[in-house]
């Protein structure tokens, strides 16, 4: 995967700078599943510290643009990490950089995610959510092989009104099939997310 346009790597004291000003954007924030927050950047600092030094059951990995600037350009996670189950969550994806929101570094983020979730942490279920409207993220989800669970119905309130959340998940026969198969290639994956952009508009 060294041939990916992106990396992770683990938060560094000074991230707070970004990920608080990506926090305090109204636009990136009005899709995010989770509630938004106010905080302030000594709120932001301790954050980032706290994910720094505990990654036990919650790991966060800043998204790095894989050249020489290796420039922070989002940041995603695994959280509630249980090797008893060996079951996690996805957790959320942010790409802050406006010119790096597309779906390439979206995709190369989480198949990084994904690859350590089942290789290194040898989990046995992923399983992520996103809100019904945000068609991309669940578009992406669905091109990379989750497979859908159920709606939760106005399961999250938003800019003064309910929302619907998709909840989707991958097993480790499926993520291990879909390597195998090369279905985990951006190819194959950008291929089925433009079907089911298709497959949408004639809904």
Known sequence: MSNYSVFLRAFEPDDYLLTHKWRNDSEIQRLIAGHRRYVSSEMEKE?????????????????????????????????NIDHWTRIANAGGIVIGDRSEQNAFAAI?????QLEYVFEELNMH??????????????????????KVEGTLRDNKFKGGKYHDELVYSMLEDEYYAAKAEGRLEIRAIMKRVVELRKEMKKM
């Open 125 to 146: 279920k992923i399983y992520g959510s996103c809100l019904a409207e945000h068609k991309a993220s669940w578009q992406i989800a669905l091109g990379m092989g989750y």
């Open 47 to 79: 954050w980032v510290r706290s994910k720094m030094l505990n990654n036990s059951t919650d790991i966060y990995w800043a998204i790095c643009r894989n050249d020489e600037e290796k420039k922070m350009i989002g940041y995603i996670s695994v959280n």
């Open 108 to 112: 190369e983020a989480s198949l990084l």
